[in-house]
């Protein structure tokens, strides 16, 4: 079965330094890798998503992401924080054929003026 | 497009009550599923369908119960609430064939269980 590792569970960082938030995942088979994201009291919303191509991927609010195959790694990056990017970010898994996610448990990234 | 609606957003019950969360949406998704979101233990999946009459267990499935007899609606049901219940619940759906690959989420359903 499939398994999410998020690294770090908190990520302090200070406003308008760069930040990487880590994200491993165990099988080798095809997937499809996600990034959410979710600001206080809200539901989840896609940052970004990897499912063929390109492995370096852009999304929303300036985030991008590096799939790695060799390492099973799709580490989330931004070159610059904001006060507002204050949230919990979760990495997603999808096994090609399969319905669900599997996610991992979550990283909250925390800015610092 | 509403997309995917959850009600109710908050809900307090006591030990041995029952209660249906709602779910449904409006995007034609033959996929619908049920989280629970924990502090420190991420989302957890706890039952889904890929159609209508078709349900499956996920990860944490016990003490909770689906139907999904139509295509947009899926209700997860508590037959007899418990304190370890207490947490935050998402619906999410996507299509099968042809899809994007994320799933769309509702904003979630708090329940308190006393």
């Known amino acids: 079965a499939q398994s999410v590792t998020q690294l770090d569970s908190q990520v302090p960082v200070f406003e308008e330094a760069p930040v990487e938030l880590r994200c491993n995942y165990s099988?080798?088979?095809?997937?499809?890798l996600f990034w959410y994201v979710q600001y206080p009291n809200q539901g989840l919303q896609l940052l970004l998503k990897y499912l063929s191509g390109s492995t370096l991927v852009k999304g929303i609010n300036g985030f991008e992401a590096e799939f790695n195959k060799s390492q099973t790694s799709f580490h989330l990056r931004k070159p610059s924080v904001h006060i507002s990017d204050t949230a919990e970010y979760f990495c997603?898994?999808?096994?090609?054929?399969?319905?669900?996610?599997?996610f991992g448990k979550g990283t909250h990234l925390i800015i610092q003026p | 497009n509403a997309g995917v609606t959850q009600t109710p957003k908050f809900q307090v019950l006591k030990t041995g009550q029952s209660m249906t969360l709602q779910c449904a949406q409006d995007?034609?998704?033959?996929?619908m599923s049920w989280y629970r979101q924990d502090p420190g233990m991420g989302l957890r999946l706890i039952h889904y369908?890929?159609?209508?009459?078709?349900?499956d267990q996920g990860e944490v499935p016990n003490g909770y119960n689906v139907s999904r007899s139509t295509t947009e609606d899926f209700p997860l049901r508590l037959l007899s609430a418990a304190p370890s219940q207490t947490s935050v619940y998402f619906c999410?759906?996507?299509?099968?064939?042809?899809?994007?690959?994320?799933?769309?989420f509702g904003e979630g359903s708090r329940l308190t269980v006393l």
């Open positions: 369908s890929v159609g209508a009459g078709i349900t």
């Open positions: 999410a759906s996507n299509y099968r064939e042809g899809f994007s690959g994320e799933l769309f």
């Open positions: 099988s080798s088979v095809s997937v499809y």
């Open positions: 995007m034609n998704h033959e996929y």
């Open positions: 997603a898994v999808r096994d090609l054929g399969a319905d669900g996610l599997t």
